[in-house]
């Protein structure tokens, strides 16, 4: 973790820890269908237009908003590591809260990149807000519309995942694994960590939009994870990959492999 030791520049040009992008991360997602699922459960689904995180949400980002905010996190460990690592060990709740105060900070902040502030602001149109990602929207994502097994494409390559077979066992920093890359330009969409979402698999085709509003948009931010263990090609490091312990299925979420996940936008 020597990057962080010294500054990992990628993330130390705003208050909030956000990647030092135009549009501080958020990576557009183009509307059109795509192939979702796998085997017998394949099918295609048609989404909006919407924006997801191009890396897992991290340490720094999570520890910037229990300061700024003064929350304390249920499990402190959560804090714990490196500042570019995923964050995990983080409920579905502070996940959903960590994005309502993201949301107002980036309405408000005259350090928010103006484009970004007027779209979460519903200057010209309609309104957008930090959500955590449906089942569908973090999919699309991380796989792109070609209905690819790995992000990458349908072959294995352990050089592009923090899985098992590399025998790293535990977090790394995010974008350590650059070829892994979705077709969309994010990163750690497998392996690395488990990704937390806004609704459940079950409820994935109603509720794949939550509408909150006839003009309101949705940005998907990063969705924290629910473990930070490295996944192996042969279990579930597919991007149509789920798993849902008894504690998430209980909070009416669902997990997919990587990190956290970002924003969405639609006309409603």
């Given at each position: ?86 964050v995990a060990g983080v409920s579905w709740n502070e996940a959903v809260e960590y994005c309502k105060w993201l949301t107002e900070e980036l309405q408000a902040s005259e350090r928010t990149p103006t484009g970004l502030r007027r779209m979460l602001n519903g200057e010209g ?30 072959e294995w390559d352990t050089g592009r995942a923090n899985s098992v077979e590399t025998g790293i066992m535990e977090r790394t920093a995010v974008g350590c ?92």
């Open positions: 973790m020597a990057l962080d030791r010294v500054g990992d520049v990628r993330f130390e040009n705003n208050p909030w820890k956000l990647p030092d992008e135009e549009m501080l991360g958020f990576v557009r997602i183009p509307a059109g269908p795509f192939r979702m699922g796998e085997g017998k459960e394949e099918h295609e689904v048609t989404l909006p237009e919407y924006y997801l995180g191009r890396y897992p949400a991290t340490v720094g980002q999570f520890r910037a908003y229990c300061e700024t905010g003064k929350v304390r996190p249920q499990n402190p460990n959560a804090l714990q590591g490196a500042s570019n690592l995923p149109g309609a309104k957008w807000r930090v959500t955590l990602p449906s089942e569908a929207e973090w999919e699309k994502a991380a796989r792109g519309a070609d209905g690819r097994k790995w992000p990458w494409g349908n694994f650059y070829e892994g890359r979705s077709p969309y330009g994010l990163e750690e969409m497998s392996g690395n960590v488990w990704s937390g979402l806004g609704v459940s698999w079950a409820n994935t085709q109603t509720r794949m939009i939550q509408k909150v509003g006839k003009q309101e948009k949705r940005l998907q931010a990063t969705s924290p994870a629910w473990c930070a263990a490295a996944r192996s090609s042969m279990d579930r490091g597919s991007c149509a990959a789920r798993f849902a312990p008894a504690a998430v299925r209980s909070s009416a979420a669902s997990a997919s492999v990587s990190g956290w996940c970002c924003p969405h936008s639609s006309d409603l």
